[in-house]
């Protein structure tokens, strides 16, 4: 099945589009942040993508990860939502987009499993100092906050 945004680029072309995204932030017990090495050499991200039509956020950063890292997670809170044209995006074959990002401080709650996305070339955690530029401009010091309260949907 085609996606909302194939959909979407087969009517517009490669312009510009506005999209309602969301990204996680997962941190482990040294408080290193992951972040995914994108198989189309983009470099380091956040797990994220956009929200499908019908799709609740929190579903949709839990199906990301999963897509994306293979790991289960559970949504603990809401870091902050951005955008703007910091947020717009030019992928190598040429496509625009402007993100809407929800960020989410998630949890690993099982063992991890096989990922299957084509999208991931690896994945790595990485201390502040460590910290390679991601695609977009999300605030380095959100990404490696305290512990998170819960939330709930």
């Not at 517009?12 to 090495?37: K, M, N, T």
């Not at 956040?46 to 999963?66: F, K, Q, S």
């Amino acid at each position: 099945m085609k996606s909302y945004i194939q959909a979407l680029r087969e009517k517009v072309g490669s312009g510009l589009l506005l999209c309602p995204s969301v990204a996680a932030v997962i941190v482990d017990s040294d408080g290193r942040v992951l972040l995914q090495e994108k198989a189309s050499g983009e470099g380091w991200s956040l797990p994220a993508g956009a929200i499908e039509p019908g799709e609740t956020p929190v579903d949709a950063v839990i199906r990301e990860v999963m897509e994306e890292t293979g790991y289960p997670v559970s949504v603990e809170r809401i870091l902050g939502v951005f955008g703007g044209e910091a947020f717009r995006y030019t992928y190598p074959n040429g496509d625009h987009v402007e993100y809407v990002v929800t960020l989410y401080r998630c949890r690993i709650v099982g063992s991890q499993q096989p990922i299957n996305d084509g999208e991931t070339k690896s994945l790595r955690y990485f201390a502040p100092a460590d910290m390679p530029d991601l695609g977009l401009p999300y605030p380095k010091a959100l990404l490696f906050a305290a512990s998170p309260a819960s939330v709930s949907d």
